[in-house]
């Protein structure tokens, strides 16, 4: 080592340890210039170069001739080209190396499928699948997760061996839920991450841009092709003043939700800084970013700090935090950045708040939810209390929730409504367990389900009501649409914090204000809960629990990757048709939606889990959750070649059988929710050929481009009166498809009369490539 500089070059490999049952790591380091750190937990050939980001950040800094917001810092600094790069908030499209990818194992089915069909051999940046999304809720987590093992032991299979063929490592089911994962190992000041999940922003309480896509986006990524992204605004939240009592890192982003609402934070980052943001642990900024997601933001990120270095330092990781510390003016704001917008909170004066029902945006404080919901006839009654999921299962998260637990026990009490814990990976399962909380949350009634995602996304085996019964559950999760959590449309959820829900659930009770308000102890005292205390970190090492991480190996030409033809839960996937080079006629409207769509009344998760590696068979949920206009029922629409009226996905085969395209129609923040792709494959494999809306989700819209389809927007937004459900409609002025050129839509009416309006756009040249070549896998093919 004597030929290197003794400064700045570090590099840090990790290693699995065989047969021990935990993970051990051994650190090398070496200096020299370059300031380069390897950051691929189980992966020491890769690395990101702090230097190479410094450079590009100079670069554009220089170019723009202004001060960077640190979100602008680190997108910029993942470009391609900094130097050539068309930069305009907003409008252009950026060309990007992220880091690395993450995926989730509902949607890595189909990115590994399409990865497969790619042709390639191996992935180009390290990637990793995460076992999160197919264990079902049911008696608890032993018994749960073994369970799961059997009913999807197909599907792990393929996960595992595809993850071993190319390059992916693999953490098995019990492991834990990505987003905790990512942020224990992978996430750091400064990477960039893209993952097949909605919540990958969680990563942005390290300093992480973090950010979710389809599975589409992701193989681009994994093929070493530069990753396109609208060109971010930035909203800047500033923070003042200092959380305390019963106020907590979620009543933040429950706040900021309120604020901006699901829509609010659409095509922008959202960056928060100020003085509030040191009072703020590292995995609270994580529960503030990764419920980002919920008001429509490309990702949600904080400013490197002491929180993040001592996090970083607890999980292993100090060497990494050494070497962020070098470059920490790359890693914050520069002075005098500006925002595109500025929301101010006090958290001095922040108050704790309690969101929905139905909608994550529907903000109210706890001292006033109680008379709202009287006055809405929302049922009181709490009937379950869940908290955990990837937003909120952290150690402070549990402890907190345990302090709150052990001052019911010391008055005799248990928890009146029904009570579950979802640990956030096995290594907070571990350590709660070690350090005894675990213990307390159960002996106050808790259920310690398994270590995954759980009834957060609707894998929960419900049986306290009964499908249709009116009731109210109180969750620590992040999203609350209708019938998500346990597929009953009538079931009030609300999220909130863990210490609320915990405070509720004791209390059995909505109106609760743990604030104010008196519980009865055993002995007919009367007593005021004392506000939630947990300690940040663990004072002892975190313990690792279960070895869960499969290494991909070196030479991997002998490992075989099967899928049975027979197959219902895996299918290899057959490449779309290309556009016949033709405008597109007399569609058929399939469905003219009402009101709120989001990508779980697109394709709903649940049950049909199970079916997320099979296209055609997941495809028959598509849209089954939809409203129609024209009747008011779900699942329910008109065939116009038969007369008979028909679930969704039978019309919709059908019209396919029978050659006939067809469109969507629907209302605004169209695909709101979560990152699955399945809700553009679904359409483009029964026959649809554009989805018309007022305004697009994010993800949504890019799902759709890269399958295919076109995602178009009324240009006046009244047009949406204008179609009806018997209509047949024609885009026209595809011949000279051009972006920043709108469509025209000549929509004819069953009366024989017609009118044509004009169909916004958000195609680049490249996008149109891919609706040309039938989708963007296509393209890839047609230029390897």
Known sequence: MTDLNPILYLIVPYFLALGTGARRFHVSAAFSAKAKVSMSRFEPDTSINYEKMHENINIVRSRLGRPLTLSEKIVYGHLDDPAGQDIERGRTYLRLRPDRVAMQDATAQMAMLQFISSGLPKVAVPSTIHCDHLIEAQIGGTEDLQRAKEVNEEVYNFLATAGAKYGVGFWKPGSGIIHQIILENYAYPGVMLIGTDSHTPNGGGLGAICI??????????????????????????????????????????????????????????????????????????????????????????????????????????????????????????????????????????????????????????????????????????????????????????????????????????????????????????????????????????????????????????????????????????????????????????????????????????????????????????????????????????????????????????????????????????????????KDMEDMRVLIKVKGKCTTDHISAAGPWLKFRGHLDNISNNMLIGAVNTDNDAVNKVKNLLTGDFGGVPDVARHYKANGVNWVVVGDENYGEGSSREHAALEPRHLGGRAIIVKSFARIHETNLKKQGLLPLTFADPSDYDKIRPDDKISITGLKSFAPGKPLTAVIKHSDGSQVSISLNHTFNETQIDWFKAGSALNRMKELQ
């Open 212 to 581: 979710g896509v389809g599975g589409a986006d992701a193989v681009d990524v994994m093929a070493g092709i530069p990753w396109e992204l609208k060109c971010p605004k930035v909203i800047g939240v500033k923070l003042t003043g200092t959380l305390s009592g019963w106020t907590s890192p979620k009543d933040v982003i429950l706040k900021v939700a309120g604020i901006l609402t699901v829509k609010g934070g659409t095509g922008a980052i959202v960056e928060y800084h100020g003085p509030g943001v040191d009072s703020i642990s590292c995995t609270g900024m994580a529960t503030i970013c990764n419920m980002g997601a919920e008001i429509g933001a490309t990702t949600s990120v904080f400013p490197y700090n002491h929180r993040m270095k001592t996090y970083m330092e607890k999980t292993g990781r100090g060497e990494i935090a050494s070497v962020a510390d070098q470059f920490k003016e790359d890693l914050v704001p520069d002075n005098g950045c500006e925002y595109d917008q500025v929301v101010e909170i006090n958290l001095s004066e922040l108050k704790p708040h309690i969101n929905g029902p139905f909608t994550p945006d529907l903000a109210h404080p706890v001292s006033e939810i109680g008379a709202t919901a009287k006055k809405s006839g929302w049922p009181l009654e709490v009937k379950v209390g869940l908290i955990g999921s990837c937003t909120n299962s952290s150690y402070e998260d549990m402890g907190r929730a345990a302090s709150l637990a052990k001052q019911a026990l010391d008055k005799g009490l248990k928890c009146k409504a029904q009570f579950t814990v979802t640990p956030g990976s096995e290594q907070i399962r571990a350590t709660i367990e070690r350090d005894g909380y675990t213990k307390i949350l159960s002996d106050v009634g808790g259920v310690v389900l398994a270590n995954a995602c759980g009834p957060c996304i609707g894998q929960w085996d419900r049986k306290d009501v009964k499908k249709g019964e009116k009731n109210t559950i109180v969750t620590s999760y992040n999203r609350n649409f209708t019938a998500r959590n346990d597929a009953n449309p009538a079931t009030h959820a609300f999220v909130t914090s863990p210490e609320i829900v915990t405070a509720m659930a004791i209390a059995g009770t909505l109106d609760f204000n743990p604030e104010t308000d008196y519980l009865t102890a055993a002995n007919g005292e009367k007593f005021k809960l004392e506000p939630p205390t947990g300690d940040e970190l663990p004072s002892r090492d975190f313990d690792p629990g279960q070895d869960t991480y499969q290494h991909p190996p070196a030479e991997s030409s002998a490992v075989q990757v099967q899928v049975s033809p027979t197959s219902n839960r895996l299918q290899l996937l057959e490449p779309f048709d290309k556009w016949h080079g």
